[in-house]
């Protein structure tokens, strides 16, 4: 038994190696699920004085995309994480929101199952309520042809993480062209842990082949908190992700402008004008209380 065979054996050992569930897919490894998929999250049943009444609701845009391909080739089993989504929904709920989902085609939303908190009874009973919506989301691609220019329905834009929010939305020129429309009007744009990579988006041209135009990338100059790179780079090392991955979202809006301010998912939230972001699971509470707040603010 050579080196590296030793080390497979103590990484399995310990329960570092990411675990195969089918072939060639992958989902985090048992100390990874221990440490980073608590069986209960942190909501804290925040009640608002004055829940909104009025008739502007959300926008939720989630990825459809289930597998992410290593730079070895194996697949990992993503989506959008369910603590990162329903944390934030729950506080939604709460101040007064209904949420429209969305994704590029109208496909369902794909969620990290693995992560689902168990014993959080709060979070189980809100994904049962979207659990329809999630499976028949509304399209992205036909919102923007059909009905963006003269709707008046949002006040925000959300994307919860997971990895799968790297899936496809960051090339998305739909979703460029919403995210950009919902600048230009002076939306919320709230986005925690990976959910920043689809912000890339704006970055692209519009989906009618004309030139996004000559202007600034949208967020240029915008500081947040993101899921950290290095971090990402260390995953493979404890058995989360089951090899490098083919790329880093959050240098890729560094080098659009964008400071991301945190090194550690850690819990951070921070609001620069109207992009509110989180950095990670830990920051779900937080996030959905102060885009809640917020909301309720601009909107009263």
């Not at 082949?209 to 790179?229: C, H, L, N, Q, R």
Request: proline letters at 6%; aromatic letters at 8%; glycine letters at 8%.
């Amino acid at each position: 038994m050579n080196i590296q065979d030793l080390l497979d054996k103590a990484k399995d050992t310990l329960g570092l190696e990411a675990q195969e569930t089918e072939a060639g897919i992958f989902i985090p490894s048992k100390s990874s699920l221990k440490l980073a998929a608590p069986s209960k999250t942190n909501y804290d049943h925040t009640e608002y004085d004055a829940p909104y009444t009025g008739d502007k609701k959300i926008l939720m845009v989630c990825t459809e995309e289930q597998y992410m391909t290593m730079e070895n080739g194996k697949k990992f089993d993503t989506g959008n994480h369910p603590v990162e989504m329903m944390v934030p929904l729950l506080h939604f709920k709460q101040a007064g929101f209904k949420v429209d989902v969305f994704t590029p085609t109208g496909e369902s939303v794909k969620v990290e199952q693995w992560a689902m908190p168990d014993n959080d009874d709060d979070v189980k009973k809100i994904y049962a309520e979207y659990e329809s919506t999630l499976n028949n989301p509304k399209s992205i691609a036909n919102f923007v042809k059909n009905d963006m220019a003269d709707s008046e329905d949002y006040a925000a834009i959300f994307i919860p993480g997971g990895h799968g929010a790297m899936l496809g939305l960051p090339e998305d020129q739909n979703l460029g062209e919403l995210l950009r429309w919902g600048h230009n009007r002076d939306l919320f744009t709230l986005a925690i842990c990976h959910g920043p990579a689809a912000l890339l988006a704006a970055n692209l041209d519009s989906p009618n082949g004309s030139d996004k135009s000559e202007s600034d990338f949208i967020f240029k100059g915008y500081k947040m908190v993101a899921f950290p790179t290095g971090m990402d780079k260390q995953m493979p090392k404890l058995g989360y992700l089951p090899g490098t991955m083919p790329w880093y979202f959050g240098e890729k809006l560094e080098d659009l402008g964008v400071t991301i301010s945190n090194k550690l998912a850690s819990g951070q939230t921070h609001q620069d004008r109207k992009l509110i972001s989180g950095d990670g699971p830990l920051a779900a509470n937080e996030f959905g209380k102060i885009s809640a707040k917020a909301l309720l603010k601009e909107l009263s």
